[in-house]
Nanobody
Framework: QVQLMESGGGSVQAGGSLTLSCTAS????????MAWFRQAPGKEREGVAI????????NYVDSVKGRFTISVDNAKNTVYLQMNSLKPEDTAMYYC??????????????????WGQGTQVTVSS
């Protein structure tokens, strides 16, 4: 049974940093795909970052490039999202998502079938 558990959210001032973790169970992070999404109140879920666990190739939405870094620790079966230089507009519920294959795709919720329950990130100005 695939399970994803996010942690690491919290409240931080603008310019600060947070690291989110997503620990997976029920499968091994190898030659598949993990991503982080976020959803602010009243807005659609937005893809933030994606990593292909076989190659560690990554991609990001333009608004976080240079500030966020997605990475994977295969030994811990965990994916991370390091977030630096946070802005108030980064405030959202952050979700990790899993897909069993490693084919390239946009960072779109339509391509992911497994989701965590989310962790809240709040950035104050």
């Amino acid at each position: 049974q695939v399970q994803l558990m996010e942690s690491g959210g919290g409240s931080v001032q603008a310019g600060g940093s947070l690291t989110l973790s997503c620990t997976a169970s029920g499968f091994t992070l190898d030659r598949n795909c993990m991503a982080w999404f976020r959803q602010a109140p009243g807005k659609e879920r937005e893809g933030v970052a994606i990593i292909y666990t076989g190659t560690s190739s990554t991609n990001y939405v333009d608004s976080v490039k240079g500030r966020f870094t997605i990475s994977v620790d295969n030994a811990k079966n965990t994916v991370y999202l390091q977030m630096n230089s946070l802005k108030p507009e980064d405030t959202a519920m952050y979700y990790c998502a899993f897909r069993e294959d490693n084919r390239w795709s946009p960072i779109s919720a339509a391509y992911f079938g497994y989701w965590g329950q989310g962790t809240q990130v709040t950035v104050s100005s």
